[in-house]
């Protein structure tokens, strides 16, 4: 039995806070059978009631009953293993008849949030979250607790969800007061990448390749080589990496040293000047116990390139050689838009230098290797220009299919600046849209120039044959609309929902209406992970 439009009428519901309406629609279709039998839609019936079992009537052992295992659906499909995870650890949670059971319920919800972060479901994140938030309390770790609460409501401010909002509150009324000397500064697994920096979007898999990295070398403290083209987010991943590492309270500092800057001040810049009249502190010192960032590395003059390696080397700053400027903590990042190697080889940097700012190394692909960002990244600007209280602006169909097809040399930058210069033209009647005549005439071209004939229904083929029905026609027009969607976005559900305006739950009705299989269209090939 297909359970697809209950399963999407009980999260509306969940979402608008009535859980026992839930409960009644749900309680009778269940069969009386567990994983591996059951299939996908039936325990994700499951996953509902024992949500409902769990945070609003608090009958732990009930929600372990109604689900299977986490070893049980570990061949299934990623949605029921994040569903299968999430609940089981709020219910070992809620329970926590043991330190021991509540560090097993984390550990299921977290590996519950990373599933869901991989199928950007972020509701599923939310609550993962909470749960967490919850495990911390039960094991007095009220710093932790406030960290993931703080992710919980930057994900709420996106949500509607009333019953997870009643959850947020609730634990924060529970949280002990600053005075009363247990609440700690975070300690443990910084936030996720995805849910910490806003604007940090990893919907394709090459970006969730650099996520999966960025969560790796959280507890580090060695410098990280960023490589990547202009405008790719190399400073956004640099910042995602100080906000997601144990020094996100320490300070962040920028600098250039791109080649408009002068060799004297630039070193002055860095590491501070000392006259008889005057000292001046450098970017170096007021890093001290956070992060400096170092831009266009490849452009640091030669003699600043044998300070810094003195300085990654656990030397003092040269421009004061104070005994407290000794013990200086800072963690080096460096972006380059270069290849470091070829440099080397030319004689203009020090082969010692990059092998030791290349101890980690993390590249940025640019935005044309990872299209199905484009429609989110599209949505943050949006959202984020748009002026307070006025309407949410969309964009139609034909204008996002030609933001897909284009290359952008720019890369992330200039996708920014489009959405920005096609917001000067939106209307706000009747509805603020983005329309394809409001792009620039390259991206329209290019869109025109990229479409296969192949992939465009022809006026002809819409001309209703003897053995058909209108409905047959518009079936093989949709069909062909939402597999270049598919195609375009590399077969990533989430992005090609959002370009067609959909729900990813309609989306997959859609595909499964039209018989369209969304990894024919993933690349065939696993992502090579940074290193």
């Known amino acids: 039995m297909n359970h697809a439009r209950t399963i999407a009428m009980a999260t509306t519901l969940l979402a608008d806070g009535r859980v026992e309406d839930v409960a009644a629609m749900v309680e009778p279709l269940l069969d009386p059978v567990t994983a591996p039998a059951a299939s996908t839609g039936q325990i994700l ?27 049980a659906v570990s061949d299934s499909c990623t949605c029921v293993r994040a569903d299968v995870a999430l609940w089981r650890g709020w219910a070992h949670v809620r329970r926590s008849e043991s330190v021991n059971e509540a560090t097993r319920g984390l550990h299921l919800l977290k590996e519950g949030r990373e599933l869901f972060a991989s199928i950007c479901d972020p509701v599923g994140r939310c609550w993962a979250l909470l749960g967490q938030a919850t495990a911390y309390s039960a094991l007095d770790e009220h710093g932790l607790r406030h960290r993931v609460l703080d992710d919980a409501s930057g994900l709420l401010d996106r949500l509607q969800d009333a019953q997870a909002e009643q959850w947020l509150q609730q634990l924060r009324r529970r ?33 969730q390749a650099v996520a999966a990295t960025i969560r790796k070398i959280q507890p580090s403290r060695s410098p990280v080589l960023i490589t990547g083209e202009s405008g790719a987010g190399k400073r956004l991943v640099a910042r995602t990496i100080h906000a997601t590492s144990p020094r996100a309270d ?54 600043l390139q044998s300070s810094l390696l003195d300085l990654l080397n656990g030397a003092a700053p040269p421009a004061t050689e104070a005994a407290d400027d000794a013990s200086l903590d800072v963690r080096v990042l460096a972006t380059t838009t270069a290849d470091l190697d070829a440099r080397v080889e030319e004689g203009r940097f020090r082969p010692a230098l990059r092998n030791r700012l290349r101890v980690i190394s993390l590249h940025v692909p640019p935005l044309r290797e990872r299209r199905p960002d484009i429609p989110l990244l599209a949505r943050h600007f949006l959202d984020r220009m748009r002026p307070e209280g006025s309407a949410l602006v969309s964009i139609t169909k034909p204008a996002m299919e030609a933001l897909l097809r284009y290359n952008w040399p720019g890369n992330v930058r200039q996708l920014r600046n489009e959405i920005e210069r096609a917001l000067v033209h939106v209307q706000s009647e009747p509805a603020p849209t983005i329309t394809l005549d409001m792009l620039l005439d390259a991206i329209v071209e290019n869109a025109r120039e990229r479409t296969s004939p192949d992939t465009s229904p022809d006026a002809s083929d819409a001309i209703l044959e003897p053995d058909q029905t209108l409905n047959d026609v518009l079936s093989r027009t949709e069909k062909s609309v939402i597999e270049r969607v598919l195609q375009a976005c590399d077969g990533q559900v989430t992005a090609s929902a959002d370009v067609l305006g959909l729900t990813r739950q309609g989306l997959y009705k859609k595909m499964k209406r039209l018989g369209i299989d969304a990894s024919a269209f993933q690349p065939t090939s696993e992502p090579t992970p940074a290193s």
């Not at 024992?50 to 070893?71: C, F, Y």
């Not at 007061?177 to 247990?182: D, K, L, T, V």
């Open 45 to 71: 019936l499951r996953g509902l009631l024992a949500r409902v079992e769990v945070t609003h009537r608090d009958r732990s052992g009930r929600a372990l009953e109604l689900l299977p295992t986490a070893e």
């Open 175 to 207: 949280a002990p007061s600053a005075s009363s000397g247990h609440d700690e500064p975070p300690s443990g697994p910084p936030a996720d990448p995805t849910t910490t920096v806003d604007g940090f979007v990893a919907e394709s898999r090459e970006m």
């Open 250 to 303: 320490g300070p962040l500092e920028h600098v250039s040293c791109a080649p408009t800057q002068a060799g004297a001040s630039l070193e002055a810049q860095l590491f501070g000047a000392q006259t008889d009249d005057s000292s001046h502190t450098g970017a170096v010192q007021a890093a001290d116990g956070g992060t400096l960032v170092l831009e266009d590395v490849d452009a640091l003059p030669p003699p």
